[in-house]
Every structure is written in C-alpha cells, then in structure tokens.
C-alpha cells in the first residue's frame, strides 16, 4: 500500500503555471502506476493524466495535452504534475492516485491524497 500527500495547489491568474507534487510513503510507489485526476464543485471527479512506473508512458485527457506535463521521480518517491496555460476551467481540487497498471480504470486506483485546491482566475 502506498500513502500520497498532495501540494502545490493555489491561486493563479489564467495563463499562469503551477506545478503539483505527490509525494508517496510506502514501498509500492516505484511499481505503482501514478494518476492526477480533478473534481470541480457540483461535477464527477475526471482523469487528468496518468504515467506508468517508470515514466516512459503517459496518458493526457484531451483538454489537457500540451499543457499539463505529468512526471515522476522514483528516487524521491514523487509525482509530479507542471501545469502551464492554465485556463479558469482547470479550477479544481486534484487528486494523485496509485493504481497496478497505466491502464486501470478510476475504480481501479487503490490509493488516494486527500486532494489539493488549485484555483485558476479569468
């Protein structure tokens, strides 16, 4: 089992950058395959981006791609997630996520953070 704690969340203007990190306890990490994932008020939580266990495949949702930068670094035990051109419906508290494979489905991911708040201003 792997324990995830998110930061990096915060306010910024549209067009700004932030870059999230999850930092994972555990000895599952370095195998696990990572996702970030959002729930905006009053919508369903919604997949962002995932990335397998060594970094070589990631997975964008469309509106995201070219943007958003999902990564990871083994070593530290992190994930991470460089989000540039952020526009106001990116506005979100997102969520890292573990799961055994790049290919799961959200049900799937066996291991959550308590979810960071990022807040994109027009």
């Known amino acids: 089992q792997v324990q995830l704690v998110e930061s990096g969340g915060g306010l910024v203007q549209a067009g700004g950058s932030l870059r999230l990190s999850c930092a994972a306890s555990g000895r599952t990490f370095s195998t696990s395959a990572m996702g970030w994932f959002r729930q905006a008020p009053g919508k369903e939580r919604e997949f962002v981006a995932t990335?397998?266990?060594?970094?070589?495949?990631?997975y964008y949702r469309d509106s995201v791609k070219g943007r958003f930068t999902i990564s990871r670094d083994n070593a530290k035990n992190t994930l991470y997630l460089q989000m540039n051109s952020l526009k106001p419906e990116d506005t979100a508290v997102y969520y890292c996520?573990?799961?055994?494979?790049?290919?799961?489905?959200?049900?799937?991911?066996?291991?959550w953070g308590q979810g960071t708040q990022v807040t994109v201003a027009s």
């Open positions: 990335i397998n266990w060594s970094g070589g495949n990631t």
């Open positions: 996520a573990a799961a055994k494979s790049v290919l799961a489905t959200m049900r799937e991911y066996y291991s």
